[in-house]
């Protein structure tokens, strides 16, 4: 029976080789409460850092998961400006992009949760005043509980120093899995067939990804090595040290230079092919590197002839995982963060009904110049057809940066009534570069 493509007879009680396959490793056996990820996580970020195509994939899923931020709507505007309020305290926008950006690199995107204090310093259970986000790179393993093994007891974190180690309770923990599978602990990352071990070299386990770094090292001297026709010079009837001086003397020749001899020679240039023998052997490889990265855009960006119907199936198909994905951090933003902060607040979340957004809010889409008209339109009792206050709001929801009305004096003056024949000045308002000109008309002063 064969497991991952290796034998079980592996894990029997044989003798174990001084250097053992490090592929076997990343096969299950037995129950161990410690559980270490199966690409540890400096190397996922090494390769976000160093791969051009991961890179580019992660930051484009992110840009897409977050949408340019985030907002907010509930049954009160007194409630939803708090949350707002607290989350801005929090720097939350910042600290989720960077949440969002880990789950992709490594599969799990954690923040830890920090709680008020009492004045001695005691913690005050119950109250979320602030979320921590958890450095991933230094993520080393996670620790059951012994009594039950389905429960996570403990986050540990290690940065590489035996003395140096922290474990925090996973109740403290607000974890997000970005692809999780079974009661696996950890999460799998974005581009993670591609970085675990598929086969084993010298000892050392190598992945697609480091597949790939290699053929991109190779490339240079593989130009330098095939790129020019290689040449050979005969001279039948001579000696070897004047041959010798000759290969000295052409070396030395100069691009364009020419040669000068009274000696009979054969002159031959042999082209070789650099991908003639690797093609499709390289071409696997990038098909795979780019299935693996799970973002079709790097495929239509770099594929000839990619058609409108292709593109629009492309953004179909990262369209669907990107609302996936925003479900699951929706779910966890508003029951561990939003819901914390409200009880905090002694508020019941069941009845203020916050609901968190990826994106930015529809902005309406108002005439500016029937706003500010209809601000002087009267109805036959006199009254305005929309209030200063209600035109400020719309003014105010169409992107302008208005004070307060509390701030100013929208009190009428005591103007005398208008009577028939009297000039109406028309009124010019200036927006983003634009003239808006309002004409009051005699009728809609109610003359």
Do not use: C
Request: aromatic share 10%; charged share 30%; net charge neutral.
């Amino acid at each position: 029976m064969k497991i991952f493509g290796l034998d079980v007879k592996l894990f029997e009680n044989v003798n174990v080789p001084k250097k053992p396959d490090p592929f076997a490793q990343i096969v299950p056996y037995g129950i161990d409460f410690k559980v270490k990820p199966i690409v540890s996580h400096p190397i996922l970020y090494s390769y976000y850092i160093t791969d051009p195509l991961v890179q580019s994939s992660t930051n484009t899923f992110k840009d897409q998961i977050l949408r340019g931020g985030y907002y907010l709507t509930g049954k009160n505007e007194d409630t939803v400006k708090l949350v707002k309020d607290e989350l801005k305290r929090m720097q939350f926008k910042e600290k989720f992009g960077l949440f969002v950006k880990d789950g992709l690199i490594n599969g799990n995107g954690m923040f830890e949760k920090i709680g008020a204090v009492n004045k001695i310093g005691t913690p005050v259970e119950g109250k979320l005043m602030n979320v921590d986000l958890m450095d991933m790179r230094i993520v080393d393993n996670v620790i059951r509980d012994p009594k039950d093994p389905n429960k996570i007891k403990y986050i540990v974190q290690n940065d590489n120093k035996p003395e140096i180690k922290r474990m925090v309770p996973y109740e403290n923990i607000i974890h997000w899995r970005l692809f999780g599978y079974s009661k696996n602990a950890l999460g799998i990352g974005l581009y993670h067939s591609l970085a675990v071990p598929q086969y084993s070299q010298d000892g050392e386990a190598i992945s697609l990804l480091d597949d790939m770094k290699k053929l991109r090292e190779s490339f240079p001297r593989i130009i330098k090595k095939f790129a020019s026709p290689k040449e050979i010079y005969i001279f039948p009837n001579e000696n070897e040290p004047f041959v010798k001086q000759k290969g000295i003397d052409i070396k030395a020749m100069k691009d364009g230079e020419s040669m000068f001899t009274n000696k009979d020679f054969i002159h031959k240039e042999f082209t070789i092919d650099p991908r003639s023998r690797h093609e499709r052997y390289i071409d696997m490889i990038q098909l795979w590197y780019e299935i693996g990265v799970q973002s079709p855009v790097a495929k239509m960006l770099t594929t000839p002839g990619f058609t409108e119907a292709s593109a629009k199936e492309v953004r179909e198909l990262v369209e669907e995982r990107v609302r996936s994905i925003q479900d699951d951090l929706r779910g966890i933003v508003e029951e561990q963060i939003i819901n914390q902060i409200l009880l905090t607040h002694e508020k019941n979340p069941e009845e203020e009904e916050i609901v968190f957004h990826f994106g930015q809010p529809d902005l309406p889409d108002f005439d500016i110049a029937q706003v500010l008209q209809s601000a002087f339109t009267r109805t036959p009792n006199g009254q305005p057809l929309v209030t200063w206050e209600e035109a400020r709001e719309m003014l105010r929801q169409s992107g302008w940066n208005l004070k307060a009305d509390k701030d100013i004096n929208l009190e009428p003056t005591n103007n005398p009534q208008l009577q028939e024949g009297d000039s109406l000045k028309p009124i010019i308002i200036r927006h983003k570069g634009r003239d808006f000109e309002i004409i009051p008309k005699k009728k809609e002063f109610g003359v």
